[in-house]
């Protein structure tokens, strides 16, 4: 299984500060971490691929489970043995995710902002119980650093 790269980059909160020629300066290290996962075949979790109401569920918990705080969500499906779509809109920004069961096939996204405090570990929580949830024989996985 590919694993994503860890980065230890520090995190501060937004600071201004004014150089010597009078400019304003801005110091952002890391406002957020963008996990971005395709997840080609899945060998579990088929009924979280088809059933909307229990994929939310299982989202909702692994998102309060991660520390995250969920704001909002919107899970459709396509219908009976078809694929579901779905977003939990959090304080700290989103998580997002599709499915094809057809294709044992799951897009991933977690993005969240680390603008007063590291949600970065919370971040990486998240995506890990999800993945494990769907146990995909061939991820595909990114990380971005958001600056």
Same mark, same amino acid.
């Given at each position: ?15 201004? !500060? /004014? ?9 952002? +290290?890391?406002?957020? @971490?963008?996990?971005? *996962?395709? %997840? &080609? ?10 059933? !909307? /109401? ?9 998102? +309060?489970?991660?520390? @995250?705080?969920?704001? *909002?969500? %919107? &899970? ?72």
């Amino acid at each position: 299984m590919r694993v994503l790269p860890c980065t230890n980059s520090p995190v501060t909160v937004t600071n201004t !500060a /004014t150089s010597s020629s009078g400019k304003q300066l801005v110091t952002r +290290a890391m406002p957020g @971490l963008h996990l971005i *996962g395709d %997840l &080609f075949g899945c060998r579990s979790g088929a009924h979280l691929m088809t059933d !909307a /109401t229990a994929l939310e569920a299982f989202c909702k918990k692994a998102v +309060a489970d991660s520390t @995250l705080t969920a704001v *909002g969500s %919107l &899970f459709h499906s396509f219908g009976k043995d078809k694929g579901v779509t779905g977003t939990i809109m959090l304080a700290e920004s989103h998580l997002a995710l599709h499915t094809w069961p057809e294709d044992n096939y799951v897009t991933l996204d977690v993005y969240v902002c680390s603008y007063s405090r590291d949600n970065s570990a919370s971040a990486e929580y998240l995506f890990e119980t999800l993945m494990q949830a769907f146990q995909p024989a061939d991820p595909h996985l990114h990380r971005v650093v958001r600056a």
